[in-house]
């Protein structure tokens, strides 16, 4: 099989350095606090780009796929500029609140409006909601295989071929094209975008989609959909001063073992 499409799944998630907030109905709020292209995803697209590379006899199409806000498109932005050839953006209100269940739906469904690439990639997980399941929710909408958890990616006609550690040992694991795969952070250092790079992302194409679009009804997705709900929040207590050990007369081995003891540390 010929290795022709890629599709590499990216997602605008709050800055980990700013001040993250929620909402009033306890979703993150994406809107009011500045954002980013997810730190686990940039590892997506930069095997995405690595397998095209080591596939040059082959013209492969690699495009960013992303459902958010508008200021969303950030995310696929950062994609473009590190290599990626075109981007889709699929923005409605009606996702905001969406669980991982109805962000599989819309993310299948957007694939299957673009047409369903031989390879799809992604993420260890989210860095705001870490369940790493997407991947796999999507595999199944799609009636794909799936590879997951790759820190080694290897590719040679249709077949892919990966090792997944583990805390005891590690696998190795194969497959067929068209399957989904989803990479670690483990599996090679992402790119930075060049300015060459950034200039020639300007002029890359950049879809939008709707619900409409992609035939999924605003009932089946959003906070009232979700399958889970986050009941309360609370804000991280301030940072309270250390205390000082001083080993003065020779007990500080001692105090130190007590404080830790105390905290249970030890």
């Known amino acids: 099989m010929t290795l022709s499409n890629i599709v590499v799944l990216v997602k605008y998630v709050p800055d980990a350095t700013g001040d993250r907030k929620f909402e009033a109905d306890n979703t993150v709020d994406r809107v009011g606090v500045d954002g980013l292209l997810s730190e686990l995803d940039e590892y997506a697209v930069e095997q995405a780009l690595q397998i095209k590379e080591k596939r040059a006899d082959e013209e492969i199409t690699v495009?960013?796929?992303t459902v958010g806000p508008a200021e969303a498109e950030a995310a696929v932005r950062k994609a473009l500029q590190m290599g990626a050839d075109k981007a889709v953006h699929?923005?409605?209100?009606?996702?905001?609140?969406?669980d991982a269940v109805a962000t599989s739906l819309v993310l299948a469904k957007a694939i299957e409006k673009i047409g369903v690439p031989e390879l799809i990639v992604g993420g260890l997980a989210s860095t705001d909601g870490g369940l790493s399941v997407v991947p796999a929710m999507l595999a199944e909408r799609l009636g794909l295989p799936q590879v997951t958890l790759a820190s080694v990616v290897e590719t040679q006609g249709d077949q892919?071929?990966?090792?997944?550690?583990g805390d005891t040992a590690t696998e190795v694991i194969?497959?067929?094209?068209?399957?989904?795969?989803?990479?670690?952070?483990?599996?090679?250092?992402?790119?930075?975008?060049?300015?060459?790079?950034?200039?020639?992302?300007?002029?890359?194409?950049?879809e939008a989609l709707t619900l409409a679009d992609i035939g999924v009804d605003a009932s089946e997705v959003g906070l009232d959909a979700a399958w889970t709900t986050v009941e309360s929040v609370?804000?991280?207590?301030?940072?309270?001063?250390?205390?000082?050990?001083?080993?003065?007369?020779?007990?500080?081995?001692?105090a130190l073992v007590e404080f830790l003891a105390s905290k249970k540390f030890i």
Do not use: C
């Open 174 to 206: 194969g497959g067929t094209l068209p399957l989904v795969l989803s990479v670690t952070d483990q599996s090679g250092e992402a790119r930075y975008p060049s300015f060459k790079g950034i200039m020639a992302a300007k002029k890359k194409p950049l």
């Open 63 to 65: 495009t960013a796929l």
């Open 234 to 254: 609370t804000a991280r207590p301030p940072r309270t001063a250390g205390e000082i050990v001083k080993d003065e007369d020779g007990s500080g081995a001692t």
């Open 90 to 98: 699929v923005q409605d209100d009606a996702i905001a609140g969406s």
């Open 160 to 165: 892919v071929r990966i090792k997944r550690d």
